[in-house]
């Protein structure tokens, strides 16, 4: 597609690496060009069309720093302008005042990943995270959160295979690993918030969200019926929120009508209303399961709305975007569309990308971390289930 903003031939330069290319099959012009970064440098030019003879001076970085003069006023009047926006940007005490978009650890949710040993196990893809012993490595990680002001957590346990099975029947154990650490944590925290996944992947032995039929399709009520159970078991551990994340069809009111049943009006239900398809989760767990039928294809902004609608019309009290970032058109929609507050999951594959370009200084990991957060709160998150929660917090309790 030809430029409209070009209305004459154009020249392209042969750069070491680059191929030659002419356009609108013009010969591209030659420039021979030795630079001396220490002092000031002549450059020659042989042009089609003009005197070789034109010489001009290069000067090195260091020595414009150094020698430049300022500027000279090239107008005597100043623009007519009647808003000139950058007035309120002057100084950082009124960038601050003005500043629309804050952000705290009260917005964060710390996801935590237990398993039912005693060593902290690091996690290969997730640089600087770690699956946490139940009960040492568990209780220090926390406490760290609290003395930053980080008071919410969401876990997420390593199920040993030998408890797995078709139907998850170790989902709802009393005595499972999140029902003990739920209790563990109460009596150690009691104000602490505890979120609690209402997922079955994690207890079945095929990986997905679901108990699968002889035909291999997900069977949605029969699964449902399991995860009433589930989030009962979590909610008599103590939880405070029951996070139904899977996706399935009903789930919101089905867990709703088992918790009231059981006398937990109390306790909260966050809805993972959106969750895309995304590849972004895909490297942590490892399984290459195709979750089409259940999650949403990331090109779908009108299923997601239909989705949330439907969710709070079941009876959630958060509605929860996944993945967060490539996400925020939607946390928007859906904080215009509801009154409900909306929670943002940023998944492990956007901390470990920004982790990974911090590593290798491609950016300012805290800068980037610190932006990615703000932006999500830009787009009317109200809660961030974050791996940064730690150190974000940290940093925001140094800046006060």
């Not at 029951?242 to 109390?266: I, N, P, W």
């Not at 972004?280 to 989705?307: C, H, W």
Request: hydrophobic share 40%; glycine share 6%.
């Amino acid at each position: 597609m030809t430029s409209s903003m070009f209305r004459s031939p154009c020249k392209i330069p042969t750069m070491k690496g680059f191929e030659q290319k002419s356009y609108l099959s013009l010969k591209a012009a030659s420039y021979n060009v030795r630079i001396n970064p220490f002092r000031r440098t002549e450059v020659s030019c042989q042009l089609q069309g003009i005197d070789s003879s034109m010489k001009w001076p290069v000067i090195a970085h260091e020595e414009v720093l150094v020698k430049r003069k300022p500027a000279e006023p090239v107008i005597h009047q100043p623009l007519h302008l009647s808003k000139r926006a950058r007035r309120n940007r002057k100084s950082p005490t009124q960038r601050a005042a003005f500043q629309e978009t804050n952000i705290s650890p009260d917005n964060f949710i710390y996801p935590v990943f237990i398993h039912q040993g005693e060593v902290d196990i690091p996690i290969k893809t997730m640089p600087g995270r770690y699956m946490l012993g139940w009960r040492h490595g568990l209780i220090e990680e926390v406490a760290k959160a609290r003395d930053v002001g980080v008071n919410s957590i969401m876990l997420y346990p390593k199920v040993p295979d030998t408890l797995k099975s078709p139907i998850g029947e170790e989902a709802f154990n009393d005595n499972g690993l999140v029902q003990r650490t739920v209790g563990l944590l109460k009596d150690r925290f009691p104000d602490l918030v505890i979120y609690t996944d209402v997922n079955f992947d994690e207890y079945s032995s095929s990986g997905h969200g679901g108990i699968i039929g002889e035909d291999g399709v997900i069977l949605n009520d029969e699964t449902i019926h399991q995860l009433r159970k589930q989030a009962v078991s979590q909610a008599r551990a103590g939880a405070d929120v029951v996070c139904t994340s899977e996706m399935l069809d009903g789930r919101v009111g089905a867990v709703r009508a088992a918790l009231d049943a059981k006398g937990f009006h109390h306790v909260s239900i966050m809805s993972y209303s959106v969750k895309y398809t995304s590849s972004l989760y895909g490297r942590f767990r490892k399984v290459q399961l195709d979750k089409k039928t259940y999650q949403i294809n990331p090109a779908n902004s009108r299923e997601a709305l239909m989705e949330a609608r439907e969710d709070e019309a079941e009876g959630a009290d958060i509605l929860m975007v996944k993945p967060a970032l490539p996400s925020l058109d939607i946390i928007r929609l859906l904080k215009d569309q509801t009154l409900l507050p909306i929670g943002a999951c940023q998944v492990s594959g956007e901390y470990s990308m920004i982790k990974a370009a911090g590593l290798l200084k491609m950016i300012d990991e805290e800068k980037v971390m610190m932006e990615s957060l703000i932006c999500l709160r830009r787009a009317g998150a109200d809660l961030i289930l974050t791996y940064f929660a730690l150190q974000a917090a940290t940093i925001l309790c140094g800046e006060n």
